[in-house]
């Protein structure tokens, strides 16, 4: 910790403490130590352009650090996703998943934290918190189908997958939770 309150924006202490985190089943400092690194990993695209570089070897630069970072977003994610799945009181739960979307805004896990999201609200029994992220959801037009598998699915236009009686719909990143879920 004092490693980490002398250099806050250090990726691998941040890593580290991750590790340590998860290690102590801490799950909400595991989401926090992720969305502080993710900011830190996601700030290398806003960084400015040095004087004198083409816009072309920058862009390649920066690609380039992107690319050798993702490993480390990649486990990051995965380390705060099962944080989010791994605790078990469903208030806290959906305050985790409120860090974890806003930290890791086109995550892989973005359907089953939606899941998650959906399954906290009804173990908290708050059925105004489970309308409002549906509505935000609906309301964003973020609203997405989850893939299907097998021969059938294939052979059927998107079109008509969206209008099936039978697709089964996720949400993504809500834009607010009521204070009451929270």
Known sequence: ???????????EILIFQVDVAQQLKDYPRVIDFGARAAAV????ARQPKPQGASDSDFALQ????RKALQPNLDY???????????????RKRLKEIDQYMAAFPASKFTQQIATLAIVS???AKDSAGLAAFGAAAVGN????????HGRRARRRRPSSRLRSPTATYYFLRPATYPASAL
């Open 62 to 65: 920066l690609e380039q650090q």
């Open 76 to 90: 990051i994610e995965a380390a705060a996703y099962n944080a989010v799945a791994g605790e078990t009181d469903a």
């Open 41 to 44: 990993i996601q700030g290398v």
């Open 121 to 123: 609200f009804q173990e």
């Open 141 to 148: 037009g973020r609203l997405i189908t989850r893939k299907r």
């Open 1 to 11: 910790d004092k490693a980490l309150a002398a250099m806050p924006d250090v990726l």
